[in-house]
């Protein structure tokens, strides 16, 4: 591909967005970037050094002094770089660190803070983007936009067998009113909800494999890119 493009996906927890941009990603040569990655980043600081994320103005000191910046890790993904250190990823997937990230991403100044530096990962090369709000804000003229989504029911049962994300102790039951709570909460805040954008080609992917949705993405990125 001589062009740049811009691929968007959004859609809920646990929907699968995250294996299916990584595979096509892969196919396309092109960089994934998983900006739930720059939220949980946020939350996991504020649960590290005691921050009160219900305290709006408490985060939004604390983000004056932080900085965040992303580079190639070497494998089409990128690496977050925060406060100048390589974040950990797998520090960032726990069931708190999830439900946290939820809460921050609600705080305008957060959003605001996140908005230029997602836009920046354009310089990145082409790029599957994937997140809450990227077909409505942060990439509005991307070439192609999907809403990635699956049954409540579904989603539980794919959170469920990713152990690292699963508090222990935890049922199929408390995985989903999780999932159903993140959900609800992303959906109804004033700025940047997660919605389909008018846009967006919707796909319900129960019943189909990663690969049989990367190959409906990868499909319907070249059929608008004219490639
Ligand atoms: O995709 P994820 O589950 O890792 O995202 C964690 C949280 O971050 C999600 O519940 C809401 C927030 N988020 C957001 O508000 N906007 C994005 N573009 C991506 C994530």
Redesign the pocket.
């Known amino acids: 591909m001589s062009n740049l493009y811009q691929i968007a996906i959004?859609g809920p927890?646990?929907a699968g967005?995250?294996t299916v941009a990584k595979l096509a990603a892969k196919r396309l040569g092109a960089f994934y970037v998983?900006?739930?990655?720059?939220?949980?980043t946020i939350a996991w600081a504020c649960l590290k050094e005691g921050i009160d994320i219900s305290a709006p103005e408490k985060v939004e000191l604390a983000l004056a002094k932080w900085t965040m910046t992303f580079q190639n890790d070497g494998n089409g993904e990128i690496e977050i770089v925060f406060n100048g250190k390589p974040v950990v990823k797998a520090e960032?997937r726990t069931a708190d660190v999830?439900m946290a990230?939820?809460n921050v991403?609600k705080i305008p100044a957060v959003?605001a803070w996140m908005l230029q530096k997602?836009r920046d990962c354009r310089m990145l090369g082409t790029i599957i983007m994937?997140?809450?709000?990227?077909c409505t804000i942060?990439l509005p003229d991307a070439t192609a936009k999907f809403f990635i989504t699956a049954t409540p029911e579904e989603r539980a049962r794919r959170r469920f067998a990713q152990s690292g994300e699963v508090a222990a102790g935890a049922t199929i039951k408390s995985v989903a009113a999780e999932i159903a709570e993140?959900d609800k909460?992303?959906e109804n805040r004033p700025i940047?909800p997660?919605k389909p954008a008018a846009d967006a080609k919707v796909i319900y992917t129960d019943g189909m494999t990663p690969e049989e949705v990367a190959d409906l993405v990868i499909a319907t990125f070249k059929e608008k890119a004219k490639l």
């Open positions: 959004d927890a646990a967005k995250s998983n900006t739930g990655e720059m939220y949980r960032l999830a990230s939820s991403a959003r997602q994937e997140g809450r709000d990227i942060v993140r909460q992303d940047a997660l």
